[in-house]
């Protein structure tokens, strides 16, 4: 009982010394893409487009996974303005001056930017993760699921700039053993 009253006094009348200590954020900040845009291209930083679909078994395991791990939410917030992106909205959207609207195709359809930014080869696929600027540069178009550790390389690979260097294998192989 002392302690915790001596404890408490002690913090009342201790001085601030002014420096707060950040707190790392528990989750990704996710934004709408009319926010990333503009964010984007006032700073210049890539958006991070997690291109998903409501029925997606291996979308559902990144959200529940990969995107609760410490390190891919650190790398996700410090580096990238990041977007979920259902791939089968039915909204239209704008982006970098273009118009993007639902395409029909069967029982269910796909956004066209969807189409023009998750596309890889020809193929479009869920999840894919997409990295582009502002004025719709891709950066990076990675399919499929990614395992927290993965996508933490991916992340720093991209969000430093190792890119400009180097091939993903061969920054790879300079981290092994650093984590």
Excluded at 2 to 22: C, K, M, S, W, Y
Excluded at 64 to 87: L, R, S
Aim: hydrophobic fraction near 35%; charge should be negative; include cysteine.
């Amino acid at each position: 009982m002392f302690t915790t009253l001596a404890l408490t006094a002690l913090l009342q009348f201790a001085p601030f010394t002014g420096d707060v200590i950040e707190e790392p954020e528990k989750e990704i900040q996710w934004l709408t893409l009319e926010q990333a845009e503009k964010k984007s291209k006032k700073e210049n930083k890539p958006i991070l487009i997690d291109f998903y679909t409501d029925w997606c078994g291996w979308c559902k395991k990144l959200d529940n996974t990969t995107y609760k791990d410490p390190e891919v939410i650190e790398y996700v917030n410090k580096y990238f303005y990041p977007v979920k992106f259902d791939a089968e909205s039915e909204e239209t959207y704008t982006f970098n001056g273009e118009t993007y609207a639902f395409r029909p195709s069967g029982k269910r359809g796909t956004n066209e930017f969807a189409l023009e930014y998750a596309n890889r080869n020809g193929r479009l696929g869920y999840p894919t993760t997409a990295f582009i600027f502002a004025n719709g540069e891709k950066l990076a178009v990675i399919p499929g699921y990614q395992d927290a550790g993965k996508m933490s390389l991916i992340l720093q690979f991209l969000g430093e700039g190792h890119y400009q260097t180097m091939d993903f294998e061969e920054f790879a192989s300079t981290q092994q053993g650093l984590e």
